[in-house]
T-cell receptor, first 113, second 110 residues
Framework: DTEVTQTPKHLVMGMTNKKSLKCEQH?????MYWYKQKAKKPPELMFV???????INESVPSRFSPECPNSSLLNLHLHALQPEDSALYLC????????????FGSGTRLTVV | GEDVEQSLFLSVREGDSSVINCTYT??????LYWYKQEPGAGLQLLTY?????DMKQDQRLTVLLNKKDKHLSLRIADTQTGDSAIYFC??????????FGQGTELSVKP
């Protein structure tokens, strides 16, 4: 298995909703990442998890809350989002923080209404 | 700070070769990646090169690395209309980060 799987593929949520994005990999990778991407722009790093511990938070607003329940799973909990948070949210993993084998999922397209 | 730069647009005719260039600033980058992104889709890993290599070939794709000049290129031979997409160059930096270029939009005309 050489994939990163993200669910759901599309999500529409209101500004008062709480939702979660999920990411799963079975490549034995020990580093996992959340990125945010606006249309025709490069992805922007949000969070880095290394060996299930949060190692980097790129000053992301607290309405985004990451969670790494185990070495294969990464969640992003969403609460009280704004319309400008609408974007493609990409999960990625790599063997470790050496960045070998950096693989992205197909993303969750989030629309905040 | 660390930076990766790419030209924004490239237009070629079907059957020609495409060359997409990228420069980066962090000399300690160990892996350099090329990703392809089609409209509405995620990032597809095309290829990568380790910093101690100067060339890597994979079917129609050739990656050249000039570490002294911190210059990376992706050559696509016999470019097809299905190759039309945005191509991102990315360099690894310490701490698990990937720094992306702005992306090169490749347009292939029949």
């Amino acid at each position: 298995d050489t994939e990163v799987t993200q669910t759901p593929k599309h999500l529409v949520m209101g500004m008062t909703n709480k939702k979660s994005l999920k990411c799963e990999q079975h490549m034995g990778h020990r580093a996992m990442y959340w990125y945010k991407q606006k249309a025709k722009k490069p992805p922007e790093l949000m969070f880095v998890y290394s060996y299930e511990k949060l190692s980097i938070n790129e000053s992301v607003p607290s309405r985004f809350s990451p969670e790494c329940p185990n070495s294969s799973l990464l969640n992003l909990h969403l609460h009280a989002l704004q319309p400008e948070d609408s974007a493609l949210y990409l999960c990625a993993s790599s063997r470790d923080r050496s960045n070998y084998g950096y693989t992205f999922g197909s993303g969750t397209r989030l629309t905040v209404v | 700070g660390e930076d990766v730069e790419q030209s924004l647009f490239l237009s070629v005719r079907e059957g020609d070769s495409s060359v997409i260039n990228c420069t980066y600033t962090d000399s300690s980058s160990t892996y350099l990646y090329w990703y392809k992104q089609e409209p509405g889709a995620g990032l597809q890993l095309l290829t990568y090169i380790f910093s101690n290599m100067d060339m890597k070939q994979d079917q129609r794709l050739t990656v050249l690395l000039n570490k002294k000049d911190k210059h990376l290129s992706l050559r696509i031979a016999d470019t097809q209309t299905g190759d039309s997409a945005i191509y991102f160059c990315a360099a690894t930096i310490q701490g698990g980060k990937l720094i992306f270029g702005q992306g090169t939009e490749l347009s292939v005309k029949p």
